[in-house]
């Protein structure tokens, strides 16, 4: 069973990236199209700009939730890397149970607002905001099945990377 999730492991997150890239694309079209609209044919239209806000949100919260690995993750390395690795197994177990306990917490309110909002409708597209907020559900159940899955791993033990400047993604 593990290694035939690790071998879907790599496939599943090459999906993901796909369907971030879609919708980045689908974003800089429509940012196109209103740019177009409005300076060629001084035409503004607002479908566009609700497109683009939905999209955005959308991609933000997907890759939150699915592109970025925990090595990406913002973190205050100044500290994390000033500690030995068992107090950074410590803070990542302090971490990950403070995220899944107010997640989880407040998983039943999220998903009761997100219910109640399928009356109001958006501005242009007349979509339900039910289907523009539904990301943010998406998100903290995996933001909850990451942070137990990393909880877990600092409760067996299993050691944090270490801090690599020149593996980091910033740069910096």
């Not at 599943?12 to 800089?28: C, G, I, Q, T």
């Not at 007349?126 to 943010?136: D, N, T």
Request: hydrophobic share 60%; no cysteine.
């Amino acid at each position: 069973m593990k290694s035939t999730l690790h071998s879907w492991a790599p496939w599943l997150a090459r999906r993901a990236e796909n369907v971030a890239v879609l919708m980045l694309a689908a974003l800089f079209l429509a940012f196109l199209i209103q740019i177009a609209f409005r300076y060629l044919f001084n035409l503004p239209i607002g479908w566009t700009h609700e497109i683009s806000v939905i999209l955005w949100l959308w991609l933000v919260l997907w890759g939150a939730a699915f592109v970025l690995t925990e090595r990406e993750e913002i973190r205050f390395d100044l500290l994390h890397a000033a500690v030995s690795r068992r107090t950074r197994r410590g803070m990542a177990f302090v971490s990950a149970l403070v995220i899944v306990v107010v997640y989880a917490g407040s998983l039943p309110a999220m998903i009761d607002y997100v219910t109640f909002m399928k009356v109001e409708r958006t501005a242009y597209m007349k979509l339900p905001f039910s289907w523009v907020y539904a990301i943010y559900i998406v998100f903290a159940v995996a933001a909850i099945v990451r942070y137990l899955w990393l909880g877990f791993a600092a409760l067996r033990g299993d050691e944090p990377e270490d801090d690599d400047p020149t593996k980091m993604g910033s740069g910096i």
